[in-house]
């Protein structure tokens, strides 16, 4: 069974950046494809990004595109989501997942890491 841990999460000013990371363990990863989620308090799970593992294909929601970049280390079995020019409303707690599907659906996304917090200033 595959495990996700975030870390990176912070808090920044707006304009700033952040790269938050994604490790993978437990099996190989190559068969699935690494999401990020976000959710603010009070609001519904918003999918931000997705990166297929092994061609490293890659989807954005147009909130983030331009703004935010999804990569990811096979090596290290490390996806990671660079954050930049940062906005108050980009506040949320930032998940990654993992499914075997090409999907922005939270609910087909099985794996999930536990969060991570960011929080952008104004």
């Known amino acids: 069974q595959v495990q996700l841990v975030e870390s990176g999460g912070g808090l920044v000013q707006a304009g700033g950046s952040l790269r938050l990371s994604c490790a993978a363990s437990?099996?190989?990863?190559?068969?699935?494809?690494m999401g990020w989620f976000r959710q603010a308090p009070g609001k519904e799970r918003e999918f931000v990004s997705h990166i297929s593992w092994n061609i490293g294909n890659t989807y954005y929601a147009d909130s983030v595109k331009g703004r935010f970049t999804i990569s990811r280390d096979k090596a290290k079995n490390t996806g990671y989501l660079q954050l930049n020019s940062l906005k108050p409303e980009d506040t949320a707690v930032y998940y990654c997942?993992?499914?075997?599907?090409?999907?922005?659906?939270?609910?087909?996304?099985?794996?999930w890491g536990q969060g991570t917090q960011v929080t952008v200033s104004s």
């Open positions: 437990g099996r190989t990863f190559s068969s699935y494809r």
């Open positions: 997942a993992a499914t075997n599907y090409d999907t922005t659906t939270p609910d087909l996304y099985k794996i």
